[in-house]
Nanobody
Framework: QVQLVEFGGGLVQPGASLRLSCVVS????????MAWICQAAGKEREFVTA????????YTADSVKGRFTISRDNNRNTVYLQMNNLTLKGTATYYCAEDFDASYKWLDMTAYDYWGQGTHVTVSS
């Protein structure tokens, strides 16, 4: 059974940094495309960034490019989201998700096969 568990959310001030982690169990992590998705209160889920299993190619939403970085450690079955210079718009629940079938349809929320429970980030002064 595939499980994704996120860690690292919390309350930070604008301009701060935060690193989220997502530990994956129950699958061959090294062969999985992984993504981070966020959802602000009252809004739809939104693609943030993704990393492919093959050559670890990275895709990032323009809104966070240059501030958010995804990485993975296949030895630890973990994907990370480093968030720098957070703004108030960063307040959201952040989910990691698996593109198990390697669809590469990053913007299509129905393309993700497994999701974590989410970790909440609040950016507030």
């Amino acid at each position: 059974q595939v499980q994704l568990v996120e860690f690292g959310g919390g309350l930070v001030q604008p301009g701060a940094s935060l690193r989220l982690s997502c530990v994956v169990s129950g699958g061959d992590f090294s062969r999985l495309n992984m993504a981070w998705i966020c959802q602000a209160a009252g809004k739809e889920r939104e693609f943030v960034t993704a990393i492919s299993f093959h050559v670890q190619k990275i895709y990032t939403a323009d809104s966070v490019k240059g501030r958010f970085t995804i990485s993975r450690d296949n030895n630890r079955n973990t994907v990370y989201l480093q968030m720098n210079n957070l703004t108030l718009k960063g307040t959201a629940t952040y989910y990691c998700a698996e593109d198990f079938d390697a669809s590469y349809k990053w913007l299509d929320m129905t393309a993700y096969d497994y999701w974590g429970q989410g970790t909440h980030v609040t950016v507030s002064s």
